[in-house]
């Protein structure tokens, strides 16, 4: 069974940065759109950012726009998430997800994620 493999989390202080990776073994990487999204306490889970297969188009939830970026090396088998200028906000639980395009349709697999706590 696939299971995508997020890293990188931990606390931060407000301002400061991180940069979690995610690992997807066991799939033809390059069929997949990446996903990461973010899940607080008491809150729905809601996207973060997304990048297309082919990284044609990448797409941000309005409160991470120009402070979180979306990357894919599809050699590495791995997605990143550049977040800058974090915020007590942006703490919660941040999940990797990988949708099936092309030959893949129908396949999507998640993450167990990772916690980022962003606090002084």
């Known amino acids: 069974q696939v299971r995508l493999v997020e890293s990188g989390g931990g606390l931060v202080q407000p301002w400061g940065f991180l940069r979690p990776p995610c690992v997807a073994p066991g799939i033809t990487f390059s069929s997949y759109s990446m996903s990461w999204y973010c899940q607080a306490p008491g809150k729905e889970r809601e996207l973060v950012a997304e990048?297309?297969?082919?990284?044609?188009?990448?797409n941000y939830g309005d409160f991470v726009k120009g402070r979180f970026t979306i990357s894919r090396d599809n050699g590495k088998n791995t997605v990143y998430l550049q977040m800058n200028s974090l915020k007590p906000e942006d703490t919660a639980v941040y999940l990797c997800?990988?949708?099936?395009?092309?030959?893949?349709?129908?396949?999507?697999?998640w993450g167990q994620g990772t916690q980022v706590t962003v606090s002084s």
């Open positions: 990048v297309t297969s082919a990284w044609v188009s990448t």
């Open positions: 997800y990988a949708r099936g395009r092309g030959i893949a349709i129908g396949t999507n697999y």
